[in-house]
């Protein structure tokens, strides 16, 4: 087992969490602040950028960098996720004004 490279398995696994965790972060963003909140994603994932370009230990690096760009893709999921509830897929907050209302 001293042979094994166990880095890429274990960068692959907590990718998987890290998506599986964006998902429900989403959701509830989108319920409680709607779209307007898609700039702390950003900032999310520019700070996830800057970490991963300074760490050295090559797990953590790869770690920001899939924390960054699932930030990233927050953005986008969080209009689409809006468009789910229109649609009437998820539930909408009643103290919440929605753009189609």
């Known amino acids: 087992m001293e042979w094994m490279n166990w880095n890429g398995l274990i960068i692959g696994v907590l990718t998987f969490l890290t998506i599986g965790l ?3 972060v989403v959701i509830k ?3 409680y602040w709607g779209t307007r909140c898609w700039w ?3 900032i999310l994932g520019l700070g ?3 970490a991963s370009l ?3 230990h090559v797990l953590l690096s790869s770690l920001c960098g899939v924390f960054a ?3 990233f ?3 986008k999921e969080i209009f689409e996720q809006e468009e789910r509830v229109r649609k009437g897929w998820f ?3 009643p103290k919440r004004r929605y753009p189609w209302d």
């Open 22 to 24: 964006f998902h429900p």
């Open 69 to 71: 760009f699932s930030s």
């Open 73 to 75: 893709w927050s953005i």
């Open 29 to 31: 963003a989108e319920f």
């Open 91 to 93: 539930p909408r907050n």
């Open 40 to 42: 702390l994603f950003l």
């Open 54 to 56: 300074l760490i050295d």
């Open 48 to 50: 996830g950028v800057v």
